[in-house]
Antibody, heavy 118, light 108 residues
């Protein structure tokens, strides 16, 4: 059974930094592209970043380019999101998601971790 | 950038059919995916590649996509179907993944 657990969320001041982790199990982590998606309180889903199965390609939404960095450690089955220069509008639940198909969809989701910038 | 438009809400009586639409410029040329998000829970994939259902998703959930509109249809609606539903596509022109704004389905 696919299982992903995010951690590292919390309260951080504006301008601060935070590193999120997503521990994955139940599938061959090194075979799949992975995403980060966030959801601000009471708002919709917002795709943030994608990393290819081997880490060779990374894509970001414009609002986080230069501030957020996605990475992965396939030996530890873990996905990361390094966030810096955080702003109040970065406050959200952050989900990791396993890419599906030709990575065009989000096949499985973690339960999310809350980041509050205040 | 590519934009997906969804109605904010849809109400449906139990046992009836709910149709949730997702509008986009020539969306029929793209592949559309749908997610269900119940209150306080993570999203869950219910339809992928326009028409396919993941294992465990009831046949009551079906998808279609043509022209400028994709549709998620929920037949014989149950109370447990009350949730927010999001459409999503991959925008290959910008290497980005795009969500619609979501439609809240209320079961009367």
């Amino acid at each position: 059974q696919v299982y992903m657990v995010e951690s590292g969320g919390g309260v951080v001041q504006p301008g601060g930094s935070l590193r999120l982790s997503c521990a994955a199990s139940g599938f061959t982590f090194g075979d799949d592209g992975m995403h980060w998606v966030r959801q601000a309180p009471g708002k919709g889903l917002d795709w943030l970043a994608f990393i290819r199965y081997d880490g060779a390609d990374k894509f970001y939404t414009d609002s986080v380019k230069g501030r957020f960095t996605i990475s992965r450690d396939n030996s530890e089955n873990t996905l990361y999101l390094e966030m810096k220069s955080l702003r109040p509008d970065d406050t959200a639940i952050y989900y990791c998601a396993k890419g599906g198909g030709l990575v065009n969809y989000f096949e499985h989701w973690g339960q999310g971790t809350l980041v509050t910038v205040s | 950038s590519y934009v997906l438009a969804q109605a904010p809400s849809v109400s449906v009586a139990p046992g009836k059919t709910a149709r949730i639409t997702c509008g986009g410029n020539n969306i029929g040329s793209k592949v559309v995916n749908w997610y269900q998000q119940r209150p306080g829970q993570a999203p869950m994939l219910v339809v992928y590649d326009d028409t396919y259902r993941p294992s465990g998703i009831p046949q009551r959930f079906s998808g279609s996509n043509s022209g400028n509109t994709a549709t998620l249809t929920i037949s014989r609606v149950e109370a447990g179907d009350e949730a927010e539903y999001y459409c999503q596509v991959w925008d290959s022109s910008g290497d980005r993944w795009v969500f619609g704004g979501g439609t809240k389905v209320t079961v009367l």
